[in-house]
């Protein structure tokens, strides 16, 4: 592993005249990694990218891409990181390869056609290089996005909500052509607000609530320090109240209850059948991302801290 | 850079695939692609941004030079159409150097693709130098077709030409840098269009664009005297005819210190990120 990390933050402050958008972050992305970025919206995710992406000043702390300053040193930082907005943003005078050749010279490339014509061939963009950017649709405009990101083959990628509003295909496609790039030896740094498209994709996650990073680890990590296995039950009728206290409902009926091991979900099955509820239905699986994610949120913290 | 001992060493694990490295790259590139964006962007458009503008010039020579050319004489031996076309071409060439970067900016802006230019290796120079010589070419190339096709009715003579391209530049100049500040305070259209309507509009119609200011009550005159347009357009003028109300050094000087004191302005503004990189 490189001593330079993709991306370093120290200290990271960013205030608002009324809210701290961050408040204390410090975080290292390794070179090579597939890093998520998760939290609820408001939590400080885009704040962080746009300071490490120059978009934004933090009012305390620093930020290195590839060793490099942000501030200090923004030509270099800026040329190693390629971000893909959240917002569904182009300029409505340009075709598609007009946008793209114009975002290469941004990054003092002049002579780049190859590589654009390449980076619109893996995102199904040739057929319409020379369509204006108003008469694209959502996910083709999604996919100008990535391509502009992409056309100074910066080593760092960051991509904040790449598939918010995107259906199925397209973000099959994007992440097939993410997982490559990644295994190219791009760094990717991913916020998501589908959480298993992090638990599928991310090596390590990071969890941000508040302006503060409440967890960091490798995913298997975190999903192993919630070990148990859940009970899931469709129930008609009470809950038990002795179940209560290690039960999460999810209204409709719809219950999660942790046990310690596999031979606690019969006494589970036994508690509700005894308080005279219905059994529904009933399902037998781990925890997943989303249960992680809720318990951190929920400021269950203990729980999870290793 | 790859640390080439990292492939070499036998005990590491399988050497990873070299990282990708940005290719190497020119930073005049960035600002000459900015400022060929931002010429394109106008020229796209040109029936609206040129052809219009020109129509508008047009209309006021055959408005105003029409109802006046017997009635007044500005300068001794100029007639009034002729004395009111170099005022027209300054006009619109003003008009439109302003109109280019605010509009481009604050589009820019309220659409969220300005992030386009945010994100890349451009200074805050490049950015301010890029969008200024945008607005100095839309401003130019209207005030030459506001010239084209005005000149013919009353060809003024050119006795100092050299002045004609100075104040054309500075003057485009300088309100290439106002439309880049207004872009930047503004954060709604209409901010932008009060702007427009209640500062640069009477500023250049106040200026002596259509009369001498030596026609003025003597309080007025000392008001022209304050507007910097006064300046620009009267500098242009003596270009033209070698006449004007002030000395052509005295403009010079005044249109470099306010161009001067707006790029301060701009730039101290890009750099604190205001509104921009916030």
Redesign the interface.
């Known amino acids: 592993m490189?001593d330079i990390a993709a991306i370093e933050v120290t200290g990271l402050v960013k205030r608002y005249p009324r809210v701290a958008a961050l408040d204390g972050v410090s975080l290292r992305v390794e070179?090579?990694e597939f890093f998520g970025l998760l939290g609820p919206n408001g939590a400080g995710k885009t704040t962080l990218i746009s300071i490490v992406?120059?978009?934004?000043?933090a009012s305390a702390g620093r930020a290195l891409v590839m060793g490099h300053d942000v501030v200090a040193d923004?030509?270099?930082a800026?040329?190693?990181i390629g971000?893909v907005?959240q917002?569904l943003?182009?300029?409505?005078?340009?075709t598609v390869r007009?946008?793209l050749r114009?975002?290469?010279?941004?990054?003092?490339?002049?002579r780049?056609d190859e590589w654009i014509d390449e980076v619109m061939a893996h995102l199904d963009l040739t057929a319409k290089a020379d369509a204006n950017m108003r008469t694209l649709s959502g996910g083709m405009k999604r996919r100008v996005l990535v391509a502009?990101a992409l056309v100074?083959?910066?080593?760092v990628i960051v991509l904040d909500e790449p598939t918010a509003g995107v259906d199925v295909e397209l973000r099959q496609g994007l992440w097939s052509f993410i997982r490559r790039l990644n295994?190219?030896?791009?760094t990717i740094v991913l916020t998501t607000h589908y959480l298993e498209e992090a638990q599928q994709l991310c090596g390590r996650i990071g969890m941000l609530k508040g302006g503060r990073l409440i967890a960091l680890d490798r995913t298997q990590a975190l999903l192993q320090r919630l070990a148990d296995v859940q009970v899931r039950l469709r129930l008609r009728g009470e809950l038990p109240a002795a179940l209560r206290e290690r039960a999460v409902e999810q209204g409709d009926g719809r219950v999660r209850v942790r046990v310690a091991a596999a031979a606690e979900v019969e006494s589970v099955l036994a508690a509700c059948r005894t308080a005279g509820a219905t059994i529904e239905e009933v399902e037998v699986g781990h925890a997943d991302l989303e249960d992680v994610f809720m318990q951190l949120m929920a400021g269950d913290q203990r729980k999870i801290a290793a | 850079m790859l640390?080439p001992a990292?492939d070499n060493d036998a005990g590491s694990p399988p050497a990873?695939?070299?990282?990708?490295?940005?290719?190497?790259?020119?930073?005049a590139?960035?600002f000459?692609?900015?400022l060929?964006?931002e010429v394109?962007?106008f020229w796209?458009?040109s029936f609206q941004t040129v052809a219009a503008p020109v129509l508008t010039g047009v209309l006021y020579l055959l408005v105003f030079g029409h109802v006046l050319e017997d009635r007044v004489e500005v300068f001794p031996g100029v007639g009034y159409t002729a004395f009111l076309i170099p005022g027209l071409v300054m006009m619109s060439l003003l008009q439109n150097a302003f109109a280019n970067s605010s509009s481009s900016l604050i589009q820019?802006k309220i659409?969220?693709?300005l992030?386009?230019?945010?994100?890349?290796?451009?200074?805050n120079r490049e950015f301010f130098a890029a969008y200024v010589a945008a607005a100095v070419i839309r401003g130019v190339v209207v005030g030459v077709g506001v010239f084209a096709v005005t000149v013919w009715f009353a060809p003024p003579p050119f006795r100092a030409p050299g002045w004609i391209l100075v104040f054309a530049l500075l003057g485009a100049a300088l309100l290439g840098v106002l439309g880049l500040i207004a872009g930047i305070v503004s954060e709604k259209f209409d901010q932008l269009a009060a702007f427009q309507n209640f500062v640069i509009m009477p500023a250049t119609f106040l200026s002596g664009v259509f009369y001498s200011v030596h026609g003025l009550p003597a309080f007025w005159q000392f008001v022209s005297h304050l507007n910097p347009f006064f300046y620009m357009i009267d500098g242009f003028r003596y270009g033209f005819f070698a006449v004007s109300d002030a000395s052509p050094w005295l403009s010079l000087a005044i249109v470099m210190a306010a161009l001067a004191a707006a790029s301060a302005v701009a730039l101290s503004m890009l750099a604190r990120?205001y509104k921009i990189?916030?």
């Open positions: 490189s070179q090579g992406a120059g978009l934004a000043r923004y030509r270099e800026r040329r190693r971000v907005p917002e943003v182009f300029d409505p005078f340009f007009e946008t114009f975002q290469s010279g941004y990054f003092g490339l002049r780049n502009q100074h083959r910066p080593p295994r190219e030896g791009h | 640390n990292e990873r695939r070299r990282r990708p490295q940005p290719p190497r790259a020119l930073s590139v960035g000459r692609t900015l060929s964006k394109l962007r796209k458009v820019s659409t969220g693709n992030v386009f230019v945010l994100l890349p290796p451009i200074s990120g990189r916030y």
